[in-house]
């Protein structure tokens, strides 16, 4: 039986794959950290750790009373992200897009033996003049220098679905991108709008590959799940 643990499990992408986390029979616990109680806490093998997301070395597994022994941990996934108009700022934009991400990945390498499945985005690079894309490219560097087991990073495009919150630039971005993916080459391919229940299926069907290394997997690889 696994133990998983989770970040970000309230937003779009987390929600769909705590469906599936709590549907999987081989995973007995799953560790939902955040800084308020969720809808899933008195769910049957979910754990929840009320947590500062600023301070994850506060962050401590509950003992296995059987082997008198903190749970190890199968598998981590990341799906934190937000937006700097809901944010408020640019600096609150990075602080939940880089260092929430970062400091949960430092716990995780510093802890566990764990895969660590993060959400990124097309196009993340560090030296990218869009803030979004360079917060994400910053990111994905930080994460890439810690001494994880495995590390997935999901570069989605534009991201469409069920959301508790209307993203103005994602709905008018959405049919131009459709309509653009269309056409017979592979980087306008790429762009075709990514529904949020594939990309958390991309996620839970990969975590289940015993692998090894880094492995960043791109939008075209995401639309085939």
Same mark, same amino acid.
């Given at each position: 039986?696994?133990?998983?643990?989770?970040?970000?499990?309230?937003?779009?992408?987390?929600? =769909?794959?705590?469906? =599936?986390? $709590?549907?999987?029979?081989? !995973?007995?616990?799953?560790?939902?950290?955040?800084?308020?109680?969720? *809808?899933?806490?008195?769910?049957?093998?979910? /754990?929840?750790?009320?947590?500062?997301?600023?301070?994850?070395?506060?962050?401590? !597994?509950?003992?296995?009373?059987?082997? %008198? &022994?903190?749970?190890?941990?199968?598998?981590?996934?990341?799906?934190?992200?937000? /937006?700097?108009?809901?944010?408020?700022?640019?600096?609150?934009?990075?602080?939940?897009?880089?260092?929430?991400?970062? %400091?949960?990945?430092?716990?995780? +390498?510093?802890?566990?033996?764990?895969?660590?499945?993060? !959400?990124? +985005?097309?196009? +993340?690079?560090?030296? &990218?003049?869009?803030?979004?894309?360079?917060?994400?490219?910053?990111?994905? =560097? $930080?994460?890439? =220098? $810690?001494?994880?087991?495995?590390?997935?990073?999901?570069?989605? /495009?534009? $991201?469409?679905?069920?959301?508790?919150?209307?993203?103005?630039?994602?709905?008018?971005?959405?049919?131009?991108?459709?309509?653009?993916?269309?056409?017979?080459?592979?980087?306008?391919?790429?762009?075709?709008?990514?529904?949020?229940?594939?990309?958390?299926? +991309?996620?839970?069907?990969?975590?289940? *590959?015993?692998?090894?290394?880094?492995?960043?997997?791109?939008?075209?690889? !995401?639309?085939?799940?």
């Amino acid at each position: 039986m696994k133990n998983v643990i989770i970040v970000g499990a309230t937003g779009a992408t987390g929600n =769909q794959l705590m469906q =599936q986390l $709590l549907n999987d029979v081989t !995973i007995e616990n799953i560790y939902v950290v955040h800084y308020r109680p969720t *809808q899933f806490q008195h769910l049957k093998k979910v /754990t929840e750790i009320i947590l500062d997301l600023a301070n994850f070395d506060d962050l401590a !597994i509950a003992v296995d009373t059987t082997m %008198n &022994s903190a749970a190890e941990i199968d598998c981590a996934y990341c799906c934190l992200g937000t /937006t700097r108009k809901k944010a408020g700022s640019l600096a609150a934009f990075r602080q939940v897009d880089k260092d929430y991400i970062v %400091n949960f990945g430092t716990w995780v +390498a510093n802890h566990t033996k764990a895969q660590l499945h993060v !959400i990124s +985005a097309v196009g +993340a690079n560090a030296k &990218s003049a869009s803030s979004y894309l360079q917060t994400k490219g910053e990111t994905e =560097q $930080l994460l890439r =220098q $810690l001494p994880l087991s495995v590390l997935y990073l999901y570069q989605p /495009t534009l $991201l469409h679905g069920k959301r508790d919150e209307f993203r103005l630039i994602e709905a008018i971005a959405y049919y131009p991108l459709a309509i653009i993916s269309l056409l017979p080459f592979t980087l306008l391919k790429q762009q075709k709008p990514i529904a949020i229940e594939q990309l958390a299926n +991309a996620i839970y069907q990969l975590s289940q *590959q015993v692998t090894s290394g880094h492995h960043v997997i791109s939008s075209l690889e !995401i639309q085939q799940y």
